[in-house]
Every structure is written in C-alpha cells, then in structure tokens.
Nanobody, 123 residues
Framework: QVQLVESGGGSAQAGGSLRLSCAAS????????MVWFRQAPGKEREFVAA???????NYADSVKGRFTISRDNAKNTMYLQMNSLKPEDTAVYYC?????????????????WGQGTQVTVSS
C-alpha cells in the first residue's frame, strides 16, 4: 500500500505561483503512475496532471503550459508547480497513485489518495 500526504496549498493572486508536494510512503517503488486531481466546490473531480514511473507526463488542456508535474524518487515525493494561476484553478487538490496501467485521467481507477490541500486564487 501507499500513503500519500499533500502539502503546499494556500492562497495566491492571479498570475502568481504555488508548488504542491505529495509525499509518499509505503510500497512506493512499484507505483505505475502518480497523478493530481482537483475538485472545486459544486463541480466534479477533474484530472490535472499525471506522471508515470518512466517519467512521461500528461496534462489537462486547462493547465498545459502553466503547470509542471515532477517527481523526486529519492525523496518519494511528487510535485506540482503551478504558474500563471487563474481564479478558476481554485480547488482542493488531491494526489493519487496506482500500481497498474490504465486510463490516467480516470479517478476511479486510482487506489490510493491523499487528504487534499486547498488552493485559492484571487483575481
């Protein structure tokens, strides 16, 4: 199993930056992919970005060019660098992990989730 803990959320002005972290513990060496999702009030959970064990990445169109996902295997930590933030980026951000291949942007296919961290962007 994998335990995930997010940190780094907070408030920012539009155009600003924040970096989220997701610290993993447990059986981390076998994870196939780790991912960020987000959920805004009254909206469905939304895929943000994913990174596979190989290092390849995928992004939602809404964040492409503004957000960067990365991972430091030595620290068992995944990051989400968020630049050029917009008010519509306001949401609770969750990290998740899976051991098996599948659809990276489908939340129900992930077995392990963090508790979430709030990101608020003001205009």
């Amino acid at each position: 199993q994998v335990q995930l803990v997010e940190s780094g959320g907070g408030s920012a002005q539009a155009g600003g930056s924040l970096r989220l972290s997701c610290a993993a513990s447990g059986r981390t060496s076998s994870t196939y992919a780790m991912v960020w999702f987000r959920q805004a009030p009254g909206k469905e959970r939304e895929f943000v970005a994913a990174i596979k064990w190989s290092g390849s990445t995928n992004y939602a169109d809404s964040v492409k060019g503004r957000f960067t996902i990365s991972r430091d295997n030595a620290k068992n930590t995944m990051y989400l660098q968020m630049n050029s933030l917009k008010p519509e980026d306001t949401a609770v951000y969750y990290c998740a992990a899976r051991y098996y291949s599948g659809r990276l942007n489908v939340g129900s296919e992930y077995d392990y989730w963090g508790q979430g961290t709030q990101v608020t962007v003001s205009s």
